[in-house]
């Protein structure tokens, strides 16, 4: 059965340094892998993707992600943090034997501070 | 930018009573789904459709529950005898296509069971 984890309920981080959340997956074969962020009461926002190819994947407010397959992980990063950048962040994960549902971890609260 | 609208925002209704909730999906996508959050936990999901049928369900999405595509633009998801476990987020997505694509969330409806 495919699984996400995201072993960080919170990350703290200082505006300007740089931030990593992160997440490992199970799945059998190859995953389709996701990024979505959750401000207060808003719906979910896609923000990157892995499909194939480069495992470094990059998207939407500066964010990238590295598929990392040895490790079955793809942590979010960005260079420098933002205030803005605080929100619930969740990892997703969808075999691709499946028609479509996504299955999301827990999610990760990013709290950068001034 | 074209998005995913729901109604209503929130919904307060007695434990045993039938809700509909309501969704508008982007207007040229073919795949439609539901998934529902609990407050304070992972986002799961329910159901998608395609072409005029489910093509997955979880087993959350038992005979309590239905959906349906009743005209051109809205998808609706049915609870038939809402329980008190049945409180939840409920968000309506929509993607252009199946495979390694994004689905496009909606803000959610906030379904309260009394």
């Known amino acids: 059965a495919q699984s996400v984890a995201q072993p960080e309920d919170q990350v703290n981080v200082a505006e300007g340094n740089p931030l990593t959340v992160k997440c490992t997956y199970s799945v059998s074969g190859n995953p389709y892998l996701f990024w979505y962020v959750q401000y207060p009461n808003r719906g979910l926002q896609f923000l990157l993707k892995?499909?194939?190819?480069?495992?470094l994947v990059k998207g939407s407010y500066g964010f990238e992600a590295e598929f990392n397959k040895s490790q079955t992980s793809f942590h979010l990063k960005k260079p420098s943090a933002l205030v803005s950048d605080s929100a619930l962040y969740f990892c997703?994960?969808?075999?691709?034997?499946?028609?479509?549902?996504?299955?999301f971890g827990s999610g990760t609260r990013l709290s950068i501070r001034p | 930018e074209p998005e995913v609208t729901q109604t209503p925002s929130h919904q307060v209704t007695q434990m045993g009573q039938e809700v509909i909730l309501r969704c508008v999906p982007i207007s040229n996508h073919l795949y439609f789904y539901w998934y529902r959050q609990i407050l304070g936990q992972k986002v799961e999901f329910l159901v998608s459709?395609?072409?005029?049928?489910?093509?997955?369900k979880s087993e959350i999405f038992d005979d309590q529950f239905s959906v349906e595509r009743p005209d051109g633009s809205n998808f609706t998801l049915k609870i038939r005898s809402t329980k008190l476990e049945d409180s939840a987020m409920y968000f309506c997505?929509?993607?252009?296509?199946?495979?390694?694509?994004?689905?496009?969330f909606g803000p959610g409806t906030r379904l309260t069971v009394l």
């Open positions: 459709f395609y072409n005029n049928e489910i093509s997955e």
């Open positions: 892995y499909i194939t190819g480069d495992n």
């Open positions: 997703a994960v969808r075999e691709r034997s499946s028609a479509s549902k996504i299955i």
């Open positions: 997505a929509s993607s252009g296509h199946r495979g390694g694509h994004e689905q496009f």
